[in-house]
């Protein structure tokens, strides 16, 4: 659902998706209750990856190099405001030898810049104050 489904960094799609599924299964069960006056006949109801389809039609996203990169370590999904729209894009961090200094590759814009000091200098903090980390970051 999440993968195929929606695309966002929010979850107002997954919400919209989810509420598609749950009006769905209601009016199902609601129409054999009528018909059986009994629940335990239907009950309960698994929605696999045929019913999704059947719900929601087909996939709005196939997978994509995104899902495949989101969800390892150093790899998170931000979301970048343009002219046209907002998008969904990956921000990845690699750890290098070096002076601690903050290396930003890519067209980004000033508010993009400033976020990803500030996530350096979250890090920096945590990392103090977990005490996992000796070296300079």
Known sequence: LVSKYTLEAGVRSL???????????????AEKRLLHKTASSFLPVIIDIVA???????????????WSRVGRPGVAVGLAWSTTGAQVMI???SKMEGTGEL???????????????????????????????????
């Not at 919400?15 to 069960?29: G, I, N, Q």
């Not at 999704?52 to 995104?66: Q, R």
């Open 91 to 93: 921000v990845e961090v």
């Open 52 to 66: 999704l389809e059947d719900i929601l039609g087909p996939p709005f996203y196939l997978d994509n190099e995104l």
């Open 15 to 29: 919400e919209r998706r989810l509420a598609a599924l749950c009006r769905d299964v209601a009016v199902k069960v």
């Open 103 to 137: 290396i930003l590759t890519g067209y980004l814009g000033r508010v993009m810049k400033e976020s990803a000091k500030i996530a350096l200098n979250w890090v920096r903090t945590a990392a103090i104050e977990v005490r996992t980390c000796k070296k300079k970051l």
